[in-house]
């Protein structure tokens, strides 16, 4: 079983920054696509970013694009989000998801993200 353990939520205002990190703390994990996803208040859960096994490769949902930055540290198989000009509607709880390949993957347990006007 693959635990990821995320961290870096918190309250901030509009305009902040904040800075997610997700390791998958499993010794001896082999590397994973990784992302995040969120799901704010009456939500559904829906895709913000994604970053490939290697960290080559990147993608972002249009509503992220140019204030968001995922990056990956392979060797300590560590992911993260860096968020800039924060957005109330960007309020939510945070998930990380590992990706092995089409029928495993894994999730956080989420963090929560609060920006206030």
């Known amino acids: 079983q693959v635990q990821l353990v995320e961290s870096g939520g918190g309250s901030v205002q509009a305009g902040d920054s904040l800075k997610l990190s997700c390791a998958i703390s499993?010794?001896?994990?082999?590397?994973?696509?990784m992302g995040w996803f969120r799901q704010g208040p009456g939500k559904e859960r829906e895709f913000v970013a994604a970053?490939?096994?290697?960290?080559?490769?990147?993608r972002y949902a249009d509503s992220v694009k140019g204030r968001f930055t995922i990056s990956k540290d392979v060797a300590l198989n560590t992911a993260y989000l860096v968020m800039n000009s924060l957005k109330p509607e960007d309020t939510g709880v945070y998930y990380c998801?590992?990706?092995?390949?089409?029928?495993?993957?894994?999730w956080g347990q989420g963090t929560q993200v609060t920006v206030s006007s």
């Open positions: 998801h590992a990706v092995y390949s089409k029928t495993v993957d894994y």
């Open positions: 970053i490939s096994a290697s960290g080559s490769s990147t």
């Open positions: 499993t010794p001896g994990a082999t590397r994973s696509a």
